[in-house]
C-alpha cells in the first residue's frame, strides 16, 4: 500500500532552517511528483510547491521563492523541503502530498518556530 | 495572484443535500479537487478532476463545474461528513502554481 511517513516536529528559532523528509513506499517514487502542503494552527491549507521525482523539475509558490528547496533522493524514495530564515509566521503542520491528484498524504510534521 | 473563494461556513441538517462552491477565474480551464479534513488529520481526497470520484469515497459525494464555479455537492449528508472541505486547482498564467480556497466548515446537526 502506497505511504508517505514524514520527520518528526522540530521546534526552530527565528532565522534558523528546517528540512523535513518524506519516505514514500508502495509505488515507483520515480513515476509520481511530491507537493508540499502547510497549514498554520487553525488556518486553512496553502500550497507550497513541488518537485518531480522523475527529473528534479520544481515549481515554488511565488511567497516562498528563496527561502523553500525542494529536493529528491530517489535511492532511498525520499523527498525534503528545506526552508530557510525561519520566522514565526511559518508555525504549521506540514504535509507531503503525492501528486497530481493530493491522493496519498503524510501524517504531517508539526515544525514551531519560537525564540 | 490567483485565488479560490469559498464559502467559511455551511449547516445543513442529516439527510438534507450540502453545497459548497469555488470560484475561480481560471476554472473554466483547469480542473478542481476537494479535499475533506477532520480534525488534527491529513485531508483526503473526495473529488478529482471536477466530478471523478476516488473508490472508497461514498456515491453521495459528486463535484461539478460550470464556468468560473466548481461545486462540491453532499447528497444526503451524515454526520460524519462534517469536516473542513477545500477546494484545489492551478492558475492558467503559465506557471501552473497551485492554490487552495480558503476552506468551508461544514456543519452536519
Known amino acids: 500500500q502506497v505511504q508517505l511517513v514524514q520527520s518528526g516536529a522540530e521546534v526552530k528559532k527565528p532565522g534558523a532552517s528546517v528540512k523535513v523528509s518524506c519516505k514514500a513506499s508502495?509505488?515507483?517514487?520515480?513515476?509520481?511528483?511530491i507537493s508540499w502542503v502547510r497549514q498554520a494552527p487553525g488556518q486553512g491549507l496553502e500550497w507550497m510547491g513541488w518537485i518531480s521525482a522523475y527529473n528534479g523539475n520544481t515549481n515554488y509558490a511565488q511567497k516562498l521563492q528563496g527561502r523553500v528547496t525542494m529536493t529528491t533522493d530517489t535511492s532511498t524514495s525520499t523527498a525534503y523541503m528545506e526552508l530557510r530564515s525561519l520566522r514565526s509566521d511559518d508555525t504549521a503542520v506540514y504535509y507531503c502530498?503525492?501528486?497530481?491528484?493530493?491522493?496519498?498524504w503524510g501524517q504531517g510534521t508539526l515544525v514551531t518556530v519560537s525564540s | 495572484s490567483y485565488e479560490l473563494t469559498q464559502p467559511p461556513s455551511v449547516s445543513v441538517s442529516p439527510g438534507q443535500t450540502a453545497r459548497i462552491t469555488c470560484s475561480g477565474d481560471?476554472?473554466?480551464?483547469?480542473?478542481a479537487y476537494w479535499y475533506q479534513q477532520k480534525s488534527g488529520q491529513a485531508p483526503v481526497l473526495v473529488i478529482y478532476?471536477?466530478?471523478k470520484r476516488p473508490s472508497g469515497i461514498p456515491e453521495r459525494f459528486s463535484g461539478s463545474s460550470s464556468g468560473t464555479m466548481a461545486t462540491l455537492t453532499i447528497s444526503g449528508a451524515q454526520v460524519e461528513d462534517e469536516a473542513d472541505y477545500y477546494c484545489y486547482s492551478t492558475d492558467s498564467s503559465g506557471n501552473h502554481r497551485g492554490v487552495f480556497g480558503g476552506g468551508t466548515k461544514l456543519t452536519v446537526l
Open positions: 478532476e471536477d466530478s
Open positions: 502530498t503525492r501528486e497530481h491528484l493530493f491522493d496519498y
Open positions: 508502495g509505488y515507483t517514487f520515480t513515476s509520481y511528483g
Open positions: 481560471a476554472l473554466p480551464k483547469k480542473y
